[in-house]
């Protein structure tokens, strides 16, 4: 090789090095200005929801191991508007319209929620393989047969699917199936391995059982029911919404006059329902119930005591991790407000009530 083939030679190399090493410097300018404008100004728009497909900047933290990608949480929050923006609710009087002022924060709400939600999935996760419990491929498609044959028709599901959250069927089962059976897992393990828990639930369950065998409610009541109602028979009296803890307020509701629910279970314990009557007196509904109850602690408490040893990082500028509530919180006091005002002056709201 001759000086002038070896000096183009070098010169081809160097040009190259210099190439490569410009690209670096581009990608690492890129990362950082972007991660800027994400976490130090909160700046949400288009460009940086694309680069964050691309770059995987984290919406939080689990333990610094787990990490719930920006780009995920973007995904979901646009599924969950574009359910909102695809609903008819003007039978009930209802518009749900994110464009305004107002509705920008009510989607930030759904926003933190998600992230609620979305911590909560993954601490469960983890919790659930450390106590051995792993699903597979087969155990998840068998539960979105299940489910599937559950609703209806496969062709009208997908559908609706895609219609409503931009999903097909894979994406269903990774954001809605497997999460739920790793909790359903998880409960059902705890409740096996508790032993007060084991035998609350084979006390109701022995009352379930005995209404099925067409026992008087009011003999079943007095056999296994606590509390204060159960001499009489779980006889509770008439009884509007807010006088119940939300469970048993949505089960009393939605039940027909004279049916029994299936087992409900409440922040303080295990309950059966019998919707006695119900009636509408100076415009509010009212029910009267009797019911058998069983006191037991539950998977949401079990998991709030699990939750506090994990540490959990929260970036974003919008939010941060309550130790105390175990929550994503809002930082801003404005969010904080309005949303405390929107819980309190619009109980029958579309965007809080799902």
Known sequence: MD??????????KVKVSVVVIAIII??????????????????DNNYTQKISKVIPYPAATINYKKIILLSELKDDLKSIKMFYENQDFS???????????????????????????????????????????????????????????EYGDREEITKNLMNLYGWDIE??????????????????????????MMESRKKINMAASALK???????????????????????????????????VAIAAFIHDKGDVSDIIESEIGLHIINIED?????????????????????????LLEQEK?????????????????QEVQFRSN?????????????PDDISIIF
């Open 334 to 346: 404005d969010l904080r407000e309005f949303e405390s005002k929107l819980l309190e002056n619009s």
């Open 3 to 12: 000086t002038k083939q070896f000096m183009a030679e070098n010169e081809k």
């Open 309 to 325: 040893s994990y540490n959990i990082y929260i970036p974003l500028k919008d939010y941060y991790w309550d130790k105390n509530s």
């Open 213 to 247: 065998n067409k026992e008087d409610f009011d003999d079943v009541a007095k056999k296994y029911s606590e509390g204060d109602s159960a001499k009489e028979g779980g006889e509770l009296g008439w009884l509007t919404a807010d006088q119940l803890i939300p469970e």
């Open 278 to 302: 119900k009636k509408t007196e100076d415009g509010i509904d009212k029910v009267k119930l009797r019911q058998i109850f069983v006191r037991s602690k539950n998977f949401g408490d079990w």
């Open 91 to 149: 039978e009930i009087g209802m518009r749900v319209d994110f464009n305004t002022s107002d509705g920008q924060k009510r989607l930030k709400i759904k926003e933190r929620n998600l992230l609620n939600k979305k911590i909560e999935d993954a601490i469960i996760r983890d919790l659930a393989e450390k106590k051995g419990i792993k699903l597979n491929s087969d155990d998840i498609s068998q539960e979105v047969e299940r489910k599937i044959s």
């Open 26 to 43: 581009i990608a690492v300018f890129l990362f950082l200005t972007t991660g800027l404008l994400i976490y130090i100004f909160g700046m």
């Open 171 to 196: 994406k269903f089962k990774l954001k809605i199936v497997k999460p739920d059976m790793y909790k359903e897992s998880l409960s059902k393990s705890i409740q096996e391995d508790d032993k007060e």
